[in-house]
């Protein structure tokens, strides 16, 4: 089963090329956060461009970092059921083939029987664990949606001080090879996504 990794990457993906309209309103606190000129846009004025780092964004923020803990869990409760399923049939299988080598069985029938049964088992097993991975793949796409949903509302919101044209992701190794300060504004935006979700628990 896929890891939290993953969802990460997803996010990561879907972040890429988000852009905002410019607003008038700015506090001071968005104007340290960044000066960047990289390009003009169609009206000639200079676009506004900063990124967050979604590698620090989802190991910080408590929401992505509660939700990860709650989806290892469960997937690791489906691992140990599987592998508990996938030991018992290995040892029926064991003590099937044995009894058929040391002529256990009463007749060639009582064989047959054994072994479609054992087949049964196999094709359940093989089921039970499609059905695993497909419930653990459609948890994550939940999840990514939460963690979307949560963060374009905020950026949106938050862009109504900050004025940013478009606001790019970026993670280790990603688009984002160097920038020179004030271009990252993941610190900020971690710090006001976790009082929110504080905000929200203590209601």
Do not use: H, W
């Not at 008038?24 to 990289?38: G, I």
């Not at 509660?66 to 691992?79: D, I």
């Not at 793949?137 to 939460?146: C, D, G, P």
């Not at 478009?166 to 990252?184: E, K, R």
Request: charged content about 30%; hydrophobic content about 40%; overall charge neutral.
């Amino acid at each position: 089963m896929k890891n939290f990794s993953i969802v990460s990457s997803v996010v990561l993906s879907a972040l890429i090329g988000l852009t905002f309209s410019a607003c008038n309103s700015q506090n001071q606190e968005a104007a340290n956060a960044s000066t960047a000129v990289v390009k003009k846009n169609e009206t000639g004025n200079v676009a506004r461009i900063v990124y967050i780092n979604t590698d620090t964004l989802m190991s910080q923020y408590l929401l992505a970092v509660e939700l990860n803990e709650a989806f290892l869990k469960k997937s690791e409760e489906r691992r140990t059921e599987l592998n508990v399923k996938a030991k018992s049939l290995d040892q029926e299988a064991a003590e099937f083939q044995r009894k058929l080598e040391n002529n256990g069985f009463l007749s060639e029938a009582r064989a047959i029987e054994a072994r479609d049964k054992l087949l049964v088992k196999q094709e359940n097993l093989r089921r039970l664990q499609e059905d695993m991975i497909a419930k653990t793949a459609r948890e994550q796409s939940e999840l990514n949606k939460q963690l979307f949903d949560k963060l374009t509302v905020f950026l949106k919101k938050y862009n109504k001080e900050a004025g940013f044209d478009i606001v790019l992701s970026t993670q280790v190794g990603g688009n984002v090879l160097f920038a020179v300060d004030g271009y990252d504004i993941t610190p900020t935006v971690v710090a006001r996504l976790n009082e929110e979700y504080e905000a929200e628990k203590g209601k």
